[in-house]
């Protein structure tokens, strides 16, 4: 079974940063990416960013600029660097996995419990 575990959330003023983490607690996994997704009340679930396997990197044009995803594949970890924080990035920020484990090593997605950031003077 993968869990993901994530952490860094909170409630900052306009311009400030926060770094949230996930780690994905499996002993034997194979990722295929990680990143972050968010969400408000009553709209849809939007891609933040994404790292690849081979380190490539997909983000939301909102947050170019802004935001840095990195990893650390020996330790299933990723990490989302966001800085100059804006009052429309206020949202639940979930964390999401793509990949596979025994036995079968079919394709999987996962999503963490999820972490509020709220930007707010």
Not at 34 to 58: C, F
Not at 62 to 78: E, L, M, Q, Y
Request: net charge neutral.
């Amino acid at each position: 079974q993968v869990q993901l575990v994530e952490s860094g959330g909170g409630l900052v003023q306009p311009g400030g940063s926060l770094r949230l983490s996930c780690v994905a607690s499996a002993s034997i996994l194979d990722i295929n990416a990680m990143g972050w997704y968010r969400q408000d009340p009553g709209k849809q679930r939007e891609l933040v960013a994404l790292i690849t396997h081979s380190n490539m990197t997909t983000y939301q044009e909102s947050v170019k600029g802004r935001f840095t995803i990195s990893s650390d594949n020996a330790k299933n970890t990723a990490h989302l660097q966001m800085n100059n924080l804006k009052p429309e990035d206020t949202a639940v920020y979930y964390c999401y996995l793509a990949g596979r484990t025994p036995p079968t090593f079919t394709l999987t997605t996962y999503w963490g419990q999820g972490t509020q950031v709220t930007v707010s003077s």
